[in-house]
C-alpha cells in the first residue's frame, strides 16, 4: 500500500490566555536569553505582568545581543510567528470542550515558545 497523504484545513481558536501562556514560556525562557537580553513594555503595562502585553493590543521591545537592536513584538507579528511555527514545525492542537480546535500551550516547552518569537521577530529560525 502507497502511504495515505491527508490535506487538513482547520480554524483553531487561540485565546488571549493561550497567548499569555507562550508568552511567558518564552520569557523565562533560557533559549531565548541566549540570543535577547532586555525585554521591555512599550508604553503603560496592559496586564500585571510583560507576558500579558501582546495579547492586550501591547507591544514589547526585545534587546537581541548580536545586533545590538530592539526588535518590536506585536500581536501581529506573534500571530504571523504562530502559523508559520505550526506550518513548518509542530502543530500542539486539542479539541476543546466546546468542540473547536485551539491550541495547548501546555505542549510548548520553553524551544518551541522561542521559535514562535523568533519566527514572529525574524521569520525564520535565527538562533538555535
Same mark, same amino acid.
Request: net charge negative; proline share 2%; with cysteine.
Given at each position: 500500500?502507497?502511504?495515505? /497523504?491527508?490535506?487538513?484545513? &482547520?480554524?483553531?481558536? /487561540? #485565546?488571549?490566555?493561550?497567548?499569555?501562556?507562550i508568552m511567558s514560556t518564552a520569557l523565562d525562557s533560557? #533559549?531565548?536569553? $541566549?540570543? $535577547?537580553?532586555?525585554?521591555n513594555v512599550v508604553g503603560r503595562y496592559l496586564g500585571?505582568?510583560?507576558? =500579558?502585553?501582546?495579547?492586550r493590543g501591547g507591544e514589547l521591545e526585545l534587546y537581541?545581543?548580536?545586533?545590538? #537592536?530592539? +526588535?518590536?513584538?506585536? @500581536?501581529?507579528?506573534?500571530?504571523?510567528? @504562530?502559523?508559520?511555527?505550526?506550518?513548518?514545525?509542530?502543530?500542539?492542537?486539542? +479539541?476543546?470542550?466546546?468542540?473547536?480546535?485551539?491550541?495547548?500551550?501546555?505542549? /510548548?516547552?520553553?524551544?518551541?515558545?522561542? =521559535?514562535? /518569537?523568533?519566527? &514572529?521577530?525574524?521569520?525564520?529560525?535565527?538562533?538555535?
Amino acid at each position: 500500500m502507497d502511504d495515505i /497523504i491527508l490535506k487538513i484545513t &482547520a480554524e483553531i481558536v /487561540i #485565546t488571549q490566555e493561550d497567548v499569555d501562556d507562550i508568552m511567558s514560556t518564552a520569557l523565562d525562557s533560557s #533559549t531565548l536569553q $541566549c540570543w $535577547c537580553s532586555e525585554v521591555n513594555v512599550v508604553g503603560r503595562y496592559l496586564g500585571e505582568y510583560a507576558s =500579558e502585553q501582546i495579547s492586550r493590543g501591547g507591544e514589547l521591545e526585545l534587546y537581541e545581543i548580536e545586533e545590538e #537592536t530592539y +526588535r518590536s513584538l506585536t @500581536l501581529e507579528n506573534f500571530k504571523a510567528g @504562530l502559523l508559520k511555527y505550526f506550518s513548518e514545525d509542530y502543530m500542539p492542537v486539542a +479539541r476543546r470542550y466546546d468542540g473547536t480546535w485551539g491550541v495547548d500551550p501546555g505542549m /510548548i516547552d520553553e524551544i518551541a515558545a522561542d =521559535e514562535i /518569537i523568533q519566527y &514572529a521577530l525574524f521569520e525564520e529560525i535565527v538562533y538555535s
